[in-house]
């Protein structure tokens, strides 16, 4: 199993070690690839998009190619997991912020984002949170976090704080708002596996 992690910029090495964990205690062999240009995402089991400043992200995967193999793995239904800023990437369409910095969007998942929607980085907290595919809460940890505002019918509502959506499906994408790579709770890196095992 191969699993690729969007490395140009933001939590990158949090998710190589939490994939590594989370494949070590699932007893499952594969190896992390770091993606930083076009031609490996075609041979990823599955694509991981980081936090960090999503407006750069955005603008470096499609600088380097790597945004259309993105989008061609997940048509092909290879599991594509977006944190934080990575969920503002997968959206189809997002806030006026968005609008205003002209935020590329992948386009994998019928939401609309609000970039900021729990406000800045001191701003920043812990909450726990019940998942429907977890038989007990998880505590989150949101750091400058967007959220979704409007999922279309297809896409499966996991997890809200206040009305606020930060969590959800769409079939083979897996959205958060918080970052589960900054935690030693690993039971959302596990089901992000068994998405890729097909369980």
Do not use: W
Request: hydrophobic share 45%; charged share 25%; aromatic share 4%.
């Amino acid at each position: 199993m191969r699993i690729g992690i969007i490395a140009i910029q933001g939590d990158v090495s949090e998710h190589i070690d939490a994939v590594e964990r989370a494949l070590c205690e699932k007893g499952i062999e594969g190896e992390v690839l770091e993606i930083r240009h076009e031609g490996i995402v075609p041979l990823c089991d599955a694509v991981i998009l980081p936090g960090g400043e999503s407006t750069t992200l955005g603008r470096l995967i499609e600088r380097e190619g790597i945004a259309g193999e993105i989008q061609n793995a997940a048509k092909n239904g290879i599991p594509v997991l977006g944190t934080c800023a990575g969920l503002i990437l997968v959206a189809t369409r997002g806030d006026e912020q968005v609008h205003k910095t002209h935020q590329h969007l992948l386009g994998l998942m019928d939401v609309k984002v609000n970039r900021n929607a729990f406000g800045r980085q001191r701003e920043s907290f812990e909450v726990d949170l019940d998942l429907p595919f977890l038989d007990y809460p998880y505590t989150a940890i949101f750091i400058r976090a967007p959220a979704i505002m409007d999922a279309g019918p297809e896409v499966d509502v996991l997890s809200t704080i206040n009305g606020r959506i930060v969590a959800a499906r769409q079939n083979n994408v897996l959205a958060l708002a918080f970052h589960p790579e900054l935690t030693p709770d690993l039971r959302l890196h596990h089901y992000f596996l068994d998405m890729i095992s097909g369980i």
